[in-house]
């Protein structure tokens, strides 16, 4: 009873700060008319030919992202069609831009779905978190790259920073692994871990499994460039969505800073504190298009016409597709 009180309590919380968000945004909208007037008019003579390029990309960047999982169900001995993957992962992208917690909700619908498909507990589990870390990877080189791009303008030296940060702690932690006794401790602690968790054990065994399986097409670490590719290839096709939006409403790319100001919107924007981050992705995106040169209406203009194609156009289109497999399953 406990845990469905936290559960409630946290929906309601969740609901209250969406509210509270959106009503700042409200407030925001009404003391900036003139601004929204100007967004409004470039938004009705936009280039309908550029605007296909647009959507051409996110489509691309959905095929991409359903294919990473599919390529390590492949490695572990499950074939899915890359058609039925799509269809799966347009549909838990709805839910997850709609429910409280809707990152969560739609995880554990999309991993009954691949376990209803013969995809093993274990196997399920490590291909959906091997695909994750793959994206977080590739987000992550996204906006390193962006801040290499960004220079010192805006938060791009900032951002750089840290990315030398990263780069030195991943290089002592490789020095400390260089050490016998830090790795033969490092396995008796996952030893214990694996003895103690029955589910830990079979996870550690799948991804075994998984890892296996790839070696065996290809060796070394070769194997793991193609899903790696296609995360970031996700990434990549759903900024080039970005670009062709301010490109199909005669706007100049601001090419110094659009990449970095895509990647770290997606970080808050991620965390789906309201709706499939209504108002932190627009707010956010549109200040970062300010600081790298273009004007408050134009931001806006663009930021409404990529969260057409990124957000709004995928929530119909996931929702048939979740009918469509709810339906199938039915007969």
Known sequence: ??????????RWLWWLVAAALATAALLVATSRRGELKHAADLLVH?????????????????????????????????????????RLMMAANAMAGVFPGGAAFSAAWLYRQLRRRGAGQALTAAALA?????????????????????????????MLRVAAGLVLAVLVALLVLRSA???????????????????????????RSVLKQARSVQPGVRPWLRPGALALLNWVFDAG????SVWALGIPVPWQGVLLAYGLVQIPGSIRLTPGGIGIVEAGLTGLLVVYGLTPGQAFAAT???????????????????LGVMLRERR
């Open 1 to 10: 009873m406990r845990a469905r009180g936290r559960a409630g309590s946290w």
């Open 46 to 86: 936009v280039n309908p030919g550029k605007v296909s390029v647009a959507v051409l990309a996110e489509a691309a960047a959905f095929v991409c992202l359903a294919a990473v999982p599919r390529w390590l169900l492949a490695a572990g001995g499950l074939g899915v069609p890359l058609a039925d993957m799509v």
């Open 130 to 158: 091997s695909a994750g870390g793959l994206s977080a990877l590739g987000l992550l080189v996204v906006i390193v790259l962006g801040a290499l791009t960004a220079g010192s303008r805006g938060p791009g030296a900032a």
């Open 181 to 207: 006794s830090v790795r033969a401790a490092l396995g008796r602690a996952w030893a214990r871990v694996r003895a103690r968790y029955g589910r830990v054990q079979e996870a550690d065994a799948e991804l």
């Open 241 to 244: 969505c970005l670009v062709a």
């Open 304 to 322: 409404l016409l990529y969260r057409i194609w990124n957000y709004w156009l995928p929530q119909p289109i996931g929702w048939g597709c979740w």
